[in-house]
Each structure stands twice: as C-alpha cells, then as structure tokens.
C-alpha cells in the first residue's frame, strides 16, 4: 500500500519539487498552503508522514507541530521539517517541537528522499 506525505508550504515551488521528489519515490503526497490547511487535511487522509516549513501565514511550521504531537492520533506521525532557516537556535527549536528531522532548503531530492524512507520504508 502506497505511503501518503502531508506537505505544508507556502512557497507553490516548494510543494512542486517536493511532490515529484515524493511521487519518484511512489508516494502519495497532499499538499497544503500552510499549516492551517495542513491541520483541516489531516483528520480527511491517512498520513504517514508530515513535512512541514517553519515560516508560513496563519498557522506556523511550529504551531503545526504542536497541534500534531499534543493530538493523541497523531502524535506518533514522523515530521520532517523542510526550511531555509538554518541557525542552531532554529534547528533546536524545531526539534524540541517535535520533529524527526531537519533539512534545510534548497534541498537535494535523494536527500529528501532518503529522510523520508528512514520513516515510511
């Protein structure tokens, strides 16, 4: 059975690259513009995995992951945080948020690609 990914950005690119990154891989991948969006999806697909950006409108890669890891059905889903913020201090952040992992844009699709595998092989 196909995995499905729960992207949240706002940049459209982003989402592009990202999906055919994702697709390559045969992945489902659901986009959302934002967290917000991200968080009405989730209740409506079967998620495996979660990449989210930090900056957003709305509702934030941070908040994003708060609402996921304090809601007991999801709070075991894998997040991977895909952002250009690339200071220790965002890095910490976003992990004791609760993220499985950090990348930092631009990207390279193996490098997504693998990230993703170690959690939805």
Same mark, same amino acid.
């Given at each position: 059975?196909? !995995?499905?990914? #729960?992207?949240?950005?706002?940049?459209?690119? +982003?989402? !592009?690259?990202?999906?055919?990154?994702? !697709?390559?891989?045969?992945? $489902? &991948?659901?986009?959302?513009? =934002?967290?917000?969006? *991200?968080?009405?999806?989730? %209740?409506? &697909?079967?998620?495996?995995?979660?990449?989210?950006?930090? $900056?957003? %409108?709305? &509702?934030?890669?941070?908040?994003?992951?708060?609402?996921?890891?304090? $809601?007991?059905?999801?709070?075991? &889903?894998?997040?991977? +945080?895909?952002?250009?913020?690339?200071? /220790? *201090? =965002?890095?910490?952040?976003?992990?004791? *948020?609760? *993220?499985?992992?950090? #990348?930092? !844009?631009?990207?390279?699709?193996?490098?997504? /690609?693998?990230?993703?595998?170690?959690?939805?092989?």
């Amino acid at each position: 059975m196909k !995995k499905t990914v #729960l992207i949240a950005d706002d940049s459209a690119t +982003i989402r !592009k690259l990202v999906t055919l990154s994702l !697709k390559a891989m045969g992945t $489902n &991948v659901i986009a959302a513009c =934002d967290g917000m969006e *991200a968080l009405e999806l989730l %209740p409506t &697909v079967e998620t495996d995995l979660i990449i989210t950006d930090l $900056n957003m %409108p709305n &509702v934030d890669g941070y908040e994003l992951i708060k609402s996921v890891r304090e $809601n007991a059905e999801y709070d075991e &889903v894998p997040i991977i +945080i895909l952002t250009s913020e690339k200071e /220790q *201090a =965002d890095i910490n952040r976003g992990m004791d *948020a609760g *993220a499985s992992s950090y #990348l930092i !844009k631009p990207f390279v699709s193996k490098k997504l /690609q693998y990230e993703v595998s170690k959690y939805i092989s």
